[in-house]
């Protein structure tokens, strides 16, 4: 098992999550976030005063998934979230110890 | 059935049976009315109804029966006129307090453009300034500062005479007397009990509020709570007072015509300078004493935006003032009577779109985008300045003088903040203090010599230094420059006591955290998080860049 957390773009969420569905994720964790990479921040004017806007918005998608199905997953994000530009986020994955369903208690591949 | 549904359906029946009772009414009522309206002569005048007669298109409501006279059918021409003499003063007084309750409103577009333009984390501070200058500028004019202002004023025709208000300190200067303060009407008690007296206390106790107003969102941010509280009470019991007194209630600048030769006096229709200007130069006083924001410059003197948090809110409050404004400045005629109040309100508004339009204009041409914020400071802009010479120019000169408050408010703010350093978060010193100021002089340039006939006892029209009267613009020069020193003598002396003995300022860590919780025990928006780590202001920008201010915005996404 493997969790896939991958930062994007806000506008092309809806993007990821369609092509995440069509590979067979059937769930996700979505979260407004801030930070910068090699986009960095840029400077607005506000009354003829510059400010820095250092942390930019992404949308943190989060995705818990069996490990035959992380590498179309990953396809998916690339070919949807891909502008080209600076700024387009990343993807990380990391192992999964467990996993337990709240509702029934089960573990493992048949909580995801 | 459940009795809720029970509840529904005998309401709904009771609808329809009230209606229909009610249509059954009108359509007998009508009946009657029409058979003496087609047999009368078409000549001849319409016999007045009978009592109790539905009169649907109005042309038959308000008769001769309705004048009260001795003999109905001799009556004598004083009786006519009484009526004539006490419509005109009804018509007079309900215009003026319509118009008063207008400016009332106005409070409310001022809360919600200073709270627009301050952070979210001192929202409910903002808001309860805003708040409370109402009751408490109101209670302190009630106690002392209508008497100063207006307790000599003398007889204002337009609202019946104001007979009580007769008593006025002044002193000889010169050879001349120089009226310093009213003396009559403390607590609006005694004989001032009238209702013109308490008509002119509602319309001038609203724009007093006015004033009291501005420099709250100056000083926004960082103002303690127990000094603006003392200071409410300062303004609107001494020092907005004095100087209305000078100009409105027969004070010493309105006298500079009639002692020295000097046009009208210093002419100021709606209160650029007696309400703008003073709240405006009160503002620079107070921003000074108080110092900037944290993190508004750096330790290189450089400054830093820190932007509002709601946007919208502070547009909706614009729309408030503008619409405010038609109560502002054509009220100020305290007379449904004189006409001129169709001019006054035309002009009212052209400078308003004037100066929108040029502010945004200037901020696209330097900057590239228009800045909302500079869009509702120059529509601001442009009714500050127009206040004044509302009644007295026409109408392309009051896009003419809007259009120049819309550039010199953008400029003003540029020079405040980067030059002067002095912190004002919603441009209130720009926009009331410099556009006031440029208000009564504009009048003293361009008023065109059409209407003022007798203003301030002097005889003549008011007229300005490019139709031929230099000596108005120089008695425009006075009221300017004396609003500018009085004023912010009196407020700079009064911070610095009151800092000695009170404090100004909230704590670093109550400014850093926002001052909602510390200095008012609620937050504007509980459910949200509206503070960052203590940077001092919003979650996703920091300290300033680097680069001339001005230089276009760089995207860095092109890097």
Known sequence: ?112 | MSRARRLLMSFGIGVVLMLGVSVLRSLHAQTPAEVPAASAPAEAPAPAPAPGTPDPTGDTTGTAADVPVKDAANPTLPEVMAVVGHNKIATNIVWTLLAGFLVMFMQAGFAMVETGFTRAKNAAHTMSMNFMVYPIGMIGYWICGFALQMGGVGAIGALGGTAPLNSEFSVTLFGKAFDLFGTKGFFMGGDVYDVGVFTLFLFQMVFMDTTVTIPTGAMAERWKWSSFLVYAFFMSMFVYPLFANWVWGGGWLSDLGANFGLGHGHVDFAGSSVVHMVGGVAALAGAIVLGPRLGKYTKEGKSVAIPGHHIPMAIVGTFILAFGWFGFNPGSTLSGNDLRIAVVATNTMLASAAGAICAMTYMMARFGKPDPSMMANGMLAGLVAITAPCAFVTAPVAVLIGAISGVLVCWSVFFIDHTLKVDDPVGAISVHGVNGAWGVLSLGLFADGVYGDGWNGVPGKVTGLFYGDSKQFFAQCIGTLTCLVFVFVSFYVFFKVLDAILGNRVSVETETTGLDMPEMGALAYPEFATSSTGAGYSIGTSGPVSGAVGSPVKAAEAS
């Open chain 1, 1 to 112: 098992m493997k969790k896939i957390e991958s930062i994007v773009r806000p506008h092309l969420l809806e993007a990821v999550r369609t092509a995440l569905q069509d590979v067979g994720v059937v769930g996700m964790t979505v979260s407004e976030v801030k930070g910068f990479g090699r986009q960095k921040g840029h400077t607005e004017t506000y009354r003829g005063s510059e400010y820095k806007v250092d942390f930019l918005p992404k949308i943190k998608i989060e995705v818990a998934l069996a490990d035959e199905l992380v590498d179309q997953a990953v396809d998916a994000i690339l070919k949807t979230a891909k502008t080209g530009k600076f700024g387009d986020g990343k993807v990380f994955i990391t192992s999964l110890e467990e996993v337990v369903r709240i509702r029934t208690g089960e573990r493992g591949e048949a909580a995801l």
